[in-house]
Each structure stands twice: as structure tokens, then as C-alpha cells.
């Protein structure tokens, strides 16, 4: 696998350094390496709507304005969502449908089932968990001394909220993201974790094994279910027989449990270190606390944990001068969208305290607008204020390390010290 | 201008002067009446605008079209009189309108 080859930096091409028609944004090597930035500005200003063609992804169209995105984002008519959302597409045996990947009608009714979920009034109710579980990690975190801030507060926050999510057996808990992980890990994204495609059937059925053990358990409740995501499917009229097609049971667990997981450990781990890269927005921070709401905006906005999702055109469209023509892929970048001058005012600064910090593009737009955005902010505001409470500085001691992808705006490693409160 | 009255769900009331224009969701951001997110900024997008509009308004807000119901399918407590706010174009003719919040924005 050519993309899988490790690189020196270096090496990679330059955005300024080639004609514009031959560039192409996809090679996960650019994310890891930071290199993606100057591609998209260059894209943004010279030719918003470009077109690349490589081996491994065809042809496609790079969507690079806010506004371009949010035209394709809110035109599901034109632009379908089958069968995948990322720039590859899926194997042909094992296509897991789910509902991000479903057009209307469908996606409607499988979405509206699991959303009370993850809606406000539940969110609420939960709460005090959330923030106890916040609690109890930060307070067993080692003071003084270097540790990876990935693996033992966002990986572990985040499965701990998928758990609650779900109600998910509490101890098994760390199943969760590794589940994710195996059912992300394909070649498709350009990633850096390949698995040979059997293994990872394998561990995809002995997931879907544990679930169908939930769904039994949870059946019967009649009109009022519990409020976790298993309990409202096996129990909603319209999805009851799901579980009779384990592919599709399949997909949308692994949906739910996928869309959580990178998404809000990234962000976890995506402000500190903007944090860290920005002391004055740090000093704001710990002069008035109150603006955390609006930084957890900001942070979302800055890291957009998901750089991309794709459409195919299903009948020939004009968009910003171009001539899509019925088939292609289309790719929102919602990475560079939020890097938009001429949407987002001083879009490439970190502004804790900025004015419509919501304005921003990374949950996308239209009717497959994140379902968990209310999760995700909740969680990373319980966060920031437990750890306000805690400690004066969280301290980046070295440098990150990158996943390759581009796809997941992700972490491996942050060093960190923690300094308590004086 | 037209008055309109937007009542936060803990019933806290705003009467608010708005310019013909403007929409009813841009009317309460630029005066900072909380309850409101807006997203999407008013590309009917994100439906954290939703309001309740009172039946008797009706012929005078105009009807929703498809897009806004569809995107009010994914809000929370929609019922009858649900709107997106962004998508009422407030007109000399809405004098007097009076708009409520639900309890949250999804
Ligand atoms: C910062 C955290 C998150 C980010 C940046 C994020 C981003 C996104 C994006 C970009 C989409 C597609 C939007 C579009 O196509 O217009 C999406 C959809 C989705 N997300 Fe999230 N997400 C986050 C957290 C979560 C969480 C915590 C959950 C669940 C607990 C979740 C569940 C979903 C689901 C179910 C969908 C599919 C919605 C649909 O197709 O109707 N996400 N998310
Ligand atoms: S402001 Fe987003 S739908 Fe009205």
C-alpha cells in the first residue's frame, strides 16, 4: 500500500509547489504532517471547486468555501449520501448500512428513533453521571509527571460516555472504542492502522454477538423504553425487527458508537493543545471561566475532528462555476470550510471568546447535521470546568503525534504535566 | 418596524422593536434575546431557531416549506405551531406577533 509507506515530511509536495490542476488534497500523509493547510487555503483562493483524480479514489470534486459546502450539505435532493460518506468507497461484500449513509425516507425514520437520546432533555438527566465520571478521572490522574493525555483522559472519558450512552455494561466498557477502532481501520481513509479484512469481520461479528445480547435483554418495554440508544430500537415499531438483518443492527450500532468516539476524544485532545499554542486564549480562560461554553464552540470549530464527508450528484449541477456531472463524488471539506476568511471572521486564529463561535461547520449542515452535537459540547464543557477547578496549567511537554488519515482529525500520543492550582 | 414578543421558556418576555427584513431569528440575535442558537446563521440548516408561532398568525407568517419541515423532523417538541424563526420574514403586517421558545435547541 503506497500510503502506508512512512515518508519524511519533507518530502511531501508543497501546495505552492505545483500547478493547481494537479492538486489533490487526499493523501492522509498531509494531515498527519500538517501539511493540508496550505492546500486547501491555496484551493480556497484559486480554485474553490477543484477536481482530482488519483488511483485510489477516482475522480472527485473538492468542496473548499463554507458556502459552497453548506450548498451541498443542505441539497440532499441533488446530492445522495449512498452508499458511503468518506472519499473511498466500500468494500463491495460488506457494506454495513446506517443511517448517515441512507437517503430520505429512510435516514429519516432510523434517525429520528435513536436521536432522544442524545437530545437536551436526556442530556440533562445524565448530567450529573457525566460529570461524576469527569470527576473520578481527573482526580486519579498523576500530578508532576509526563503522561499521555490521549489514552488516559480523552480515549477513557470518551468510551466512559459511549457508555452511558448505550447503558453499556460498565466494566466491558473498553470494547467500545475498540470496536471502533477495528471497524475504522480499513485502507480506505489513507490511514496508518490497516487490518487484513477477515480478522476484522471477525471481531465486527463478535461485537454485534454482545449487542444482540443487549437487544434481548431490552426488548418488551412497551411504549415507554428506557432512554439509552439499544432500548430505543428494540423497542420503537419501526425498527423492532431490525436485529432480523444483523448487517444493518450492525451499522447503525457501529454508527452511533463511531460517530462519538473519534469525534469527541480528538476534540478533547484538540484543545489543549490549541490551549498550549495560544497562552493568552489560556490566560482568558482562567481569568473568567464563563467563557468555556463559547471555547468549546471554538475548539470544535478549530480541530473539526471529521475533515470531510462525501456526496455523489445524482443529476448534473453547476456549483461555484463548475459542471458536476451526474456520478461524481463530491467532498465537503469541512477542515477547510472553517478556515473560511470570507465566512468566519479571523477564521485562522484561536479565539476563545469570539462572537458567533457556533457559526461553524464541523457538525456539517441540512439533515444530516450531527445528532450527537449536544452530547459532544456537554462533554467537553463538564471537562473544562472540572479541570479549571483542578488545575492552573495543563502542559503540552512534547510534541503530538498525528494519525494519518484524512478522514479523522485524530491524536496518538500529547505529553503532558499537569501543575494543580496554586 | 414591527413589535414582536418573544417569551423564553421560563417565561421571561423581550418586546423588541425588528425592522421589516430582517428575519423573526435575526431579530432576536442582533438583540440578544437568549433562547435562540442559529447555527446555521438562517439557511434553514440546523433548526436551533425553533420557535412556537400561535395559529392566528398564520396566514400572515406564510407556510413552511419543505425543507424547513423537514428539518423541523429532526428538532425536539415540534408540534403544530412549531417555526423555524429564521425562515419568517418579518413584515409591517406581523405587528404585534408573539413567539415562544421550547425548553431547549437541538
Ligand atoms: C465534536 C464531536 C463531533 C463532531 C465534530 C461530529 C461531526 C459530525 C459530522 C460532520 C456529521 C455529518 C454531518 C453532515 O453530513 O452534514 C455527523 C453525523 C452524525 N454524528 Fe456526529 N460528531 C461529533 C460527535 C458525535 C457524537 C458524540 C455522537 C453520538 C453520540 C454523534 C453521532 C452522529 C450521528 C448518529 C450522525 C449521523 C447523522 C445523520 O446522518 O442524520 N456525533 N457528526
Ligand atoms: S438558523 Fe439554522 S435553521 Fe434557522
Known amino acids: 500500500?503506497?500510503?502506508?509507506?512512512?515518508?519524511?515530511?519533507?518530502?511531501?509536495?508543497?501546495?505552492?509547489?505545483?500547478?493547481?490542476?494537479?492538486?489533490?488534497?487526499?493523501?492522509?500523509?498531509?494531515?498527519?504532517?500538517?501539511?493540508?493547510?496550505?492546500?486547501?487555503?491555496?484551493?480556497?483562493?484559486?480554485?474553490?471547486?477543484?477536481?482530482?483524480?488519483?488511483?485510489?479514489?477516482?475522480?472527485?470534486?473538492?468542496?473548499?468555501?463554507?458556502?459552497?459546502?453548506?450548498?451541498?450539505?443542505?441539497?440532499?435532493?441533488?446530492?445522495?449520501?449512498?452508499?458511503?460518506?468518506?472519499?473511498?468507497?466500500?468494500?463491495?461484500?460488506?457494506?454495513?448500512?446506517?443511517?448517515?449513509?441512507?437517503?430520505?425516507?429512510?435516514h429519516d425514520v432510523q434517525r429520528k428513533i435513536v436521536a432522544p437520546t442524545a437530545a437536551p432533555a436526556n442530556l440533562i438527566v445524565l448530567e450529573p453521571l457525566i460529570r461524576e465520571r469527569v470527576c473520578n478521572i481527573l482526580d486519579s490522574l498523576p500530578i508532576g509527571e509526563e503522561f499521555n493525555w490521549v489514552e488516559k483522559v480523552s480515549i477513557e472519558l470518551t468510551t466512559q460516555m459511549l457508555a452511558t450512552l448505550f447503558d453499556f455494561p460498565f466494566e466491558d466498557r473498553h470494547l467500545l472504542p475498540y470496536w471502533s477502532d477495528v471497524a475504522t481501520t480499513t485502507d480506505e481513509e489513507g490511514s496508518n492502522n490497516y487490518m487484513e479484512e477477515e480478522a476484522r469481520k471477525a471481531v465486527l461479528w463478535e461485537c454485534y454477538e454482545y449487542f444482540v445480547k443487549l437487544w434481548n435483554e431490552r426488548q418488551g418495554q412497551g411504549d415507554n423504553p428506557k432512554m439509552d440508544f439499544i432500548s430505543l430500537l428494540a423497542n420503537n415499531p419501526e425498527t423492532k425487527n431490525m436485529n432480523d438483518d444483523p448487517l444493518e443492527y450492525l451499522g447503525n450500532l457501529l454508527l452511533l458508537i463511531v460517530g462519538g468516539n473519534d469525534t469527541t476524544r480528538n476534540s478533547?485532545?484538540?484543545?489543549?493543545?490549541?490551549?498550549?499554542?495560544?497562552?493568552?486564549?489560556?490566560?482568558?480562560?482562567?481569568?473568567?471561566?464563563?467563557?468555556?461554553?463559547?471555547?468549546?464552540?471554538?475548539?470544535?470549530?478549530?480541530?473539526?475532528?471529521?475533515?470531510?464527508?462525501?456526496?455523489?450528484?445524482?443529476?448534473?449541477?453547476?456549483?461555484?462555476?463548475?459542471?458536476?456531472?451526474?456520478?461524481?463524488?463530491?467532498?465537503?471539506?469541512?477542515?477547510?470550510?472553517?478556515?473560511?476568511?470570507?465566512?468566519?471572521?479571523?477564521?485562522?486564529?484561536?479565539?476563545?471568546?469570539?462572537?458567533?463561535?457556533?457559526?461553524?461547520?464541523?457538525?456539517?449542515?441540512?439533515?444530516?447535521?450531527?445528532?450527537?452535537?449536544?452530547?459532544?459540547?456537554?462533554?467537553?464543557?463538564?471537562?473544562?470546568?472540572?479541570?479549571?477547578?483542578?488545575?492552573?496549567?495543563?502542559?503540552?511537554?512534547?510534541?503530538?503525534?498525528?494519525?494519518?488519515?484524512?478522514?479523522?482529525?485524530?491524536?496518538?500520543?500529547?505529553?503532558?504535566?499537569?501543575?494543580?492550582?496554586? | 418596524m414591527a413589535k414582536i414578543t418573544y417569551i423564553e421558556h421560563s417565561g421571561t418576555e423581550h418586546v423588541i422593536e425588528v425592522a421589516p427584513g430582517l428575519s423573526v431569528m435575526e431579530g432576536a440575535v442582533k438583540n440578544m434575546v437568549p433562547g435562540i442558537d442559529a447555527d446555521c446563521g438562517g439557511a434553514c440548516a440546523c433548526a436551533t431557531c425553533h420557535v412556537y408561532v400561535d395559529g392566528a398568525w398564520r396566514d400572515k407568517t406564510g407556510e413552511k416549506n419543505d425543507m424547513e419541515e423537514t428539518m423541523l423532523e429532526f428538532a425536539e417538541e415540534v408540534k403544530d405551531e412549531s417555526r423555524l424563526s429564521c425562515q419568517i420574514e418579518v413584515t409591517d403586517a406581523l405587528d404585534g406577533l408573539v413567539v415562544r421558545m421550547p425548553e431547549s435547541q437541538h
Request: charged share 30%; hydrophobic share 40%; aromatic share 10%.
Open chain 1, 268 to 422: 478533547i485532545s484538540g484543545g489543549v493543545l490549541a490551549l498550549n499554542q495560544n497562552p493568552k486564549e489560556y490566560d482568558k480562560l482562567r481569568a473568567d471561566p464563563s467563557v468555556i461554553p463559547n471555547m468549546v464552540s471554538e475548539i470544535i470549530r478549530w480541530q473539526t475532528p471529521l475533515a470531510h464527508m462525501r456526496r455523489i450528484a445524482k443529476e448534473d449541477i453547476e456549483l461555484g462555476g463548475k459542471q458536476i456531472k451526474k456520478g461524481d463524488k463530491v467532498v465537503m471539506w469541512y477542515i477547510s470550510g472553517n478556515r473560511d476568511e470570507t465566512e468566519i471572521d479571523r477564521a485562522n486564529e484561536f479565539l476563545i471568546d469570539r462572537e458567533k463561535a457556533r457559526h461553524h461547520i464541523a457538525f456539517g449542515f441540512g439533515i444530516h447535521r450531527c445528532m450527537g452535537n449536544r452530547v459532544a459540547e456537554m462533554q467537553l464543557k463538564i471537562l473544562w470546568e472540572e479541570i479549571v477547578k483542578r488545575f492552573d496549567f495543563v502542559e503540552v511537554v512534547g510534541e503530538p503525534e498525528r494519525l494519518q488519515s484524512n478522514f479523522v482529525m485524530g491524536f496518538l500520543q500529547l505529553p503532558v504535566v499537569l501543575h494543580p492550582k496554586k
Open chain 1, 1 to 106: 500500500m503506497s500510503l502506508a509507506e512512512d515518508i519524511n515530511p519533507e518530502d511531501l509536495p508543497e501546495a505552492y509547489s505545483m500547478p493547481i490542476e494537479e492538486m489533490d488534497p487526499s493523501d492522509g500523509r498531509l494531515f498527519m504532517h500538517q501539511k493540508h493547510w496550505a492546500y486547501f487555503e491555496r484551493m480556497r483562493k484559486e480554485d474553490p471547486v477543484h477536481l482530482s483524480e488519483n488511483e485510489e479514489f477516482g475522480r472527485f470534486w473538492n468542496i473548499t468555501k463554507f458556502k459552497d459546502i453548506m450548498a451541498v450539505d443542505t441539497n440532499h435532493q441533488v446530492f445522495s449520501s449512498e452508499p458511503s460518506i468518506v472519499i473511498a468507497d466500500p468494500p463491495e461484500d460488506f457494506t454495513l448500512p446506517m443511517f448517515i449513509a441512507m437517503d430520505q425516507p429512510k
